[in-house]
């Protein structure tokens, strides 16, 4: 059975870190580029960050690049999403997905025919 899930989620302080896992089962994690998404409260899905399969190359949207970092393991069929520096702002259902795209692009359509996580909720409040 195919799956992606992430973990890591929960409430935390600005300025605070959290790192998010996405652990795949059913697949090979290794073989596709890994991204990040989010959605905050009545607004839209939001393009986080993305690690491409092929050479493990990383992009980020502008509102969380030197913040947050993006590492695979593929070995354990695992992706995380390191977030530092975290502000109110960051407060979304933080969603992964895996797609063969390589290299990978971040708001590139064919992200909605991949794998993707159920989500887990990050709250960055004091």
């Known amino acids: 059975q195919v799956q992606l899930v992430e973990s890591g989620g929960g409430l935390v302080q600005p300025g605070g870190s959290l790192r998010l896992s996405c652990a795949a089962s059913?697949?090979?994690?290794?073989?596709?580029?890994i991204g990040w998404f989010r959605q905050a409260p009545g607004k839209e899905r939001e393009a986080v960050s993305c690690?491409?399969?092929?050479?493990?190359?990383?992009y980020y949207a502008d509102s969380v690049k030197g913040r947050f970092t993006l590492s695979r393991d593929n070995a354990k069929n695992i992706g995380y999403l390191q977030m530092s520096s975290l502000k109110p702002e960051d407060t979304a259902i933080y969603y992964c997905?895996?797609?063969?795209?390589?290299?990978?692009?971040?708001?590139?359509?064919?992200?909605?025919?991949?794998?993707w996580g159920q989500g887990t909720q990050v709250t960055v409040s004091s």
């Open positions: 997905a895996a797609e063969p795209m390589t290299p990978c692009v971040l708001n590139h359509p064919d992200w909605n025919r991949g794998y």
């Open positions: 690690i491409s399969s092929s050479d493990g190359r990383t």
């Open positions: 059913g697949f090979r994690l290794g073989y596709y580029s």
